[in-house]
């Protein structure tokens, strides 16, 4: 692993724990029986656009993307070598080391993003975020859907070069996120969101860590307002669209997820989530 505080980890971490929060307190849906496998064809929702949700396109959905392999189609195995020996390499604080083998990696593999993300976030501990920039946005040419969390830190990288965030506050959001003292996280993501509001992941992080629900939408909208990147938007909508299943709000909730399923500008994350949320609310 290049660092503990991966932001892949970090991702990956987050849908366990919605899909933990979706299935908390809900039996296993029935097997359908023969009779009932043509309700799969049932009509979910429908958007704007005309675009239609069935039952059918819910099968399977899981909220699990394979990150790992896209874009990967027929990876060279010494590619795939040098990626893991720079993992263990920055796992070690070999920084310049994981640096070297993830161009040789990035080289034999050119249209694999697994290395170069790796590379951008290697640059970022490096407090290169020039570089860091520049290999997440090589990544969000190569993967335009997302992968991991590269469109969420090429943002923040974008907003500190802006000036709008304050140098070197990137790597440090990134290990915010690993803190495991849940008080004193949500303590410092409160004093962020008050100095830095126009800040969007700030908001997502501290609204899954507020209990009460109504200050909970109002922190998911506060970071709503802000023009939020792909990856953070969708997961501020699906965060938003649980808490109105659970109040009540079946048809607001189906709403959201289905716009967000159907969208062609939602990232791949997004999709597969909002499918999988959508799925556990219908059964």
């Not at 939408?217 to 023009?227: K, T, V, Y």
Request: glycine share 8%; proline share 5%; with cysteine.
């Amino acid at each position: 692993m290049l660092a503990k505080m991966s932001l892949a980890c970090i991702h990956v971490a987050f849908i366990v724990a919605t899909m933990n929060i979706l299935a908390c307190g809900k039996t296993a849906a029935p097997t359908a029986s023969s009779e009932e496998k043509p309700m799969n064809t049932r009509l979910l929702f429908k958007d704007a656009a005309g675009r239609e949700l069935t039952m059918k396109d819910l099968e399977g959905a899981s909220g699990k993307v394979r990150w790992e392999v896209i874009g990967g189609n027929a990876i060279p195995p010494e590619a795939a070598r040098l990626h893991e020996e720079a993992r263990t390499a920055g796992g070690r604080g070999e920084y310049a080391r994981a640096i070297e083998l993830l161009e040789r990696a990035h080289r034999l593999a050119p249209d694999w993003p697994y290395p170069v993300y790796d590379a951008a976030y290697t640059y970022l501990l490096q407090d290169d975020p020039v570089k860091a920039e520049e290999r997440y946005a090589e990544v969000d040419r190569m993967a335009p859907r997302g992968f991991f969390t590269a469109k969420t830190s090429l943002d923040c990288l974008r907003r500190e070069r802006a000036g709008s965030l304050p140098a070197g506050f990137c790597k440090a959001f990134a290990t915010l996120e690993w803190m495991e003292d849940k008080g004193r996280k949500k303590a410092l993501l409160e004093g962020i969101v008050a100095k830095f509001p126009a800040f969007p992941p700030a908001w997502k992080e501290l609204s899954n860590l507020l209990v009460d629900e109504e200050a909970r939408l109002q922190a998911i909208g506060r970071g709503l307002e802000h023009e939020p990147d792909g990856e953070t938007k969708g997961m501020l909508l699906i965060n938003k669209a649980l808490i109105l299943e659970r109040r009540g709000d079946r048809d607001g909730a189906v709403k959201i997820l289905g716009e967000l399923a159907l969208d062609p500008q939602s990232t791949l994350g997004t999709e597969m989530l909002a499918k999988a949320t959508l799925r556990q609310i219908v059964q």
